[in-house]
């Protein structure tokens, strides 16, 4: 099992998560944050740290975000590792609760 990112995250890209990541597992595009499945260690502590609840088990993702346990993968291989916080964007708090966001994720 490994721990999965997903739609919620998209132009929300809170950084809490990485700085508990004992493996820096995570990896970071324009606006949307992965994790790396080949170094996610499966210890949780990710979960709890992030604001919009994006952050899923593989085996509980919702049915309507199964998508993106491979696009994890996919973008984990093309992104490179973010191991420090950085300040969310502005509009952060804007795009928090808006649904169906996949066709804003920046590659």
Known sequence: MT???TEACIKCKHTD??????TDAFREGPNFLVIDPEECIDCTLCV???????IYA??????DQRQFIALNEELAK??????EVKPAP????M????KDKLKFLER
């Open 3 to 5: 721990y999965v990112v």
């Open 17 to 22: 998560c990485v700085d508990v990541c004992p």
């Open 48 to 54: 709890a740290e992030c604001p919009v609840d994006a």
């Open 58 to 63: 593989d085996d509980d993702v919702p049915d």
């Open 78 to 83: 093309e992104w490179k590792p973010i191991v």
């Open 90 to 93: 502005a509009d952060a708090g």
């Open 95 to 98: 795009w928090a609760t808006v």
